[in-house]
Nanobody
Framework: QVQLVESGGGLVQAGGSLSLSCATS????????MGWFRQAPGKEREFVAG????????AYADSVKGRFTIARDNAKNTVYLQMNSLKPEDTAVYYC?????????????????WGQGTQVTVSS
């Protein structure tokens, strides 16, 4: 059973930065595509960023493109999300997810395992 634990969330002012981490265990990390999703109160969970098993392919939601960067370190079984130029509308619980195989980064149903989430709050 693959376990994912997110960390790095918190409170930051608009324009600031945060770096999220997602540590995995219980599986072969290098076999999984990884994604970050977020869910704000009263809204559906939405795709933020995705990365393939090698890190050679990434994808971003239009709302975060140019501000967020996803990366992974297979030696450390960890995926990261660097968030810059944060906006109040980025406020949400951020989840990382792992997929044994991916045809689309965006579809949350493609992901097999999920973390518990970490809260990100951006004040104006």
């Amino acid at each position: 059973q693959v376990q994912l634990v997110e960390s790095g969330g918190g409170l930051v002012q608009a324009g600031g930065s945060l770096s999220l981490s997602c540590a995995t265990s219980g599986g072969t990390f290098g076999n999984y595509g990884m994604g970050w999703f977020r869910q704000a109160p009263g809204k559906e969970r939405e795709f933020v960023a995705g990365i393939n098993w090698s890190g050679g392919s990434t994808a971003y939601a239009d709302s975060v493109k140019g501000r967020f960067t996803i990366a992974r370190d297979n030696a450390k079984n960890t995926v990261y999300l660097q968030m810059n130029s944060l906006k109040p509308e980025d406020t949400a619980v951020y989840y990382c997810a792992a997929a044994r195989s991916l045809s689309s980064y965006v579809r949350h149903l493609e992901y097999n395992y999920w973390g518990q989430g970490t809260q990100v709050t951006v004040s104006s």
